[in-house]
């Protein structure tokens, strides 16, 4: 595994979502290079700034953000204009749901472990934004990323043709402090890939809870470029510098105890989150993309209360004991490219091992990021990527699609004949058996 290939690969995905050339150099790289690495010859050391952080309480529920306008062009001005000049915002796609979607953010502290990445920190720490389905006009328009976050995300891919309060601004469909539907509902833990945050599966996040489910995505300090913390707090990336010593697999074990840890601060006693009462905690699913794929994995491998599980294009860093998941579903959904059987050596040994209901899907003409929410914005955008034709509505689309399919079938009982076999309307599709 080349080490210095994830960084170009980044830089160039999120350029061609977002509408900019690609730095001279950046190259290419296969999915087996780009699951976990991020560090580019010429990248900047991030560490985090400011103080190490101090613990805070784990129920403290934290507003970060409020909405900015934003200023899409594909010009390197910030023009306050959509590429069509109609001065529209970045919007994600609309949730396909029945029901309205709230939004709060939770500060968690785990006082009885220190931080992996920075020890010197002191306890480690997490920020989950919580999306549950909400009585329709409460709360307030939730903002995507703060503007600061976007600067930062910005700069480590060394993109300077879309502003800060461009991506920032991207239109949301959650409301921020929205009062929550009666009831309970079932919990998908969401984590996202190395060096990107939470905000890049919001999409993902929204459509969810639309469709009745209660949703935690999960920031990992100091894995991400740039992550708001309270205190007016930004952590960076420490864990990018130092991921090449630690490994693959000591790095997913972490990721699974924060997603454990989360389940215990949601559903044990004395919950983080005001509106837990919502949680169904015999309902509990966990999905992610890339380093959160491989954590969803070891997550699974060692916690029961996770009853089925989705990695989307995540490496099985640690596929957990060979006698498999005690017979829980778990659905491989990945590039075609990179993940098709005989591709990705870890695939197919993860795929043996998986003893429950399971599938191997992959997407053609798609990209490491296409099940996130960065082509969706680069559609917008109106650039294509000729190496990876799959058109960016259709990316979000399909993920969507299966994950949300996935995860009826699994935690609500509700029969699916999207995941039976291919679709004519999913041609792009394919089921694996090998």
Not at 39 to 47: D, V
Not at 71 to 95: C, K, Q
Not at 103 to 125: C, I, M, S
Not at 391 to 401: D, L
Request: charged content about 20%; aromatic content about 6%.
């Amino acid at each position: 595994m080349n080490p210095n290939r994830f960084g170009a690969f980044a830089a160039f995905a999120l350029a061609l979502a977002l509408s900019v050339p690609v730095l001279a150099g950046a190259g290419t790289a296969s999915a087996a290079s780009h699951d976990i690495r991020h560090t580019g010859g010429s990248a900047p050391s991030r560490t985090a700034t400011g103080p190490a952080p101090q613990p805070a309480a784990a129920s403290a529920t934290t507003p970060l953000t409020t909405p900015v306008t934003v200023s899409a062009a594909r010009s390197a001005t910030a023009s306050g204009t959509a590429p069509d000049g109609r001065g529209e915002r970045l919007a994600l796609l609309r949730p396909t749901g029945r029901h309205a979607v709230g939004r709060d953010t939770v500060h968690l502290t785990d006082q009885h472990r220190r931080d992996p990445w920075v020890p010197e920190a002191g306890a480690r720490e997490l920020m989950v934004s919580m999306y549950y389905p909400a009585r329709a006009h409460s709360g307030g328009r939730a903002a995507y990323m703060t503007e600061e976050e976007a600067r930062l995300l910005l700069e480590d891919r060394e993109i300077t043709a879309v502003s800060a309060a461009t991506l920032s601004g991207t239109r949301t469909h959650a409301r921020a402090g929205a009062t929550p539907e009666p009831g309970r509902f079932p919990l998908v833990v969401l984590s996202p890939g190395f060096s990107v945050s939470r905000t890049t599966l919001t999409g993902l996040a929204e459509d969810l809870a639309s469709r009745g489910y209660v949703v935690a995505a999960v920031d990992h300090a100091y894995e991400s470029v740039g992550t708001a913390f309270p205190g007016g707090r930004m952590l960076k990336c420490a864990a990018c510098d130092k991921i090449d010593t630690v490994g693959t697999a000591a790095a997913a074990r972490w990721r699974a105890t924060d997603l454990s840890f989360v389940l215990d601060r949601l559903t044990g006693p004395a919950p983080a989150w005001r509106y837990a009462h919502a949680i169904d905690p015999r309902r509990i699913g966990m999905a992610g993309h890339s380093m959160g794929g491989a954590g969803t994995a070891a997550a699974m491998a060692g916690d029961r209360r996770v009853r089925a599980g989705v990695t989307m294009d995540g490496p099985f860093a640690a596929p957990g004991p060979a006698s498999g998941l005690d017979g829980r579903p778990f659905m491989m959904l990945g590039t075609a490219s990179d993940h098709s059987p005989g591709k990705d050596p870890g695939w197919d040994q993860g795929w043996t091992r998986l003893d429950g209901w399971k599938r191997w899907l992959t997407v053609a003409g798609s990209g490491h990021f296409a099940f996130t929410d960065l082509p969706v914005l680069g559609a917008q955008l109106g650039l294509d990527d000729p190496s990876e034709p799959l058109p960016g509505r259709r990316a979000g689309e399909i993920t969507r699609a299966y994950v949300g399919a996935f995860f009826d079938l699994h935690l609500r009982g509700i029969p699916q004949p999207l995941l039976t076999g291919p679709s004519p309307s999913n041609p792009e599709v394919s089921f694996h058996h090998p």
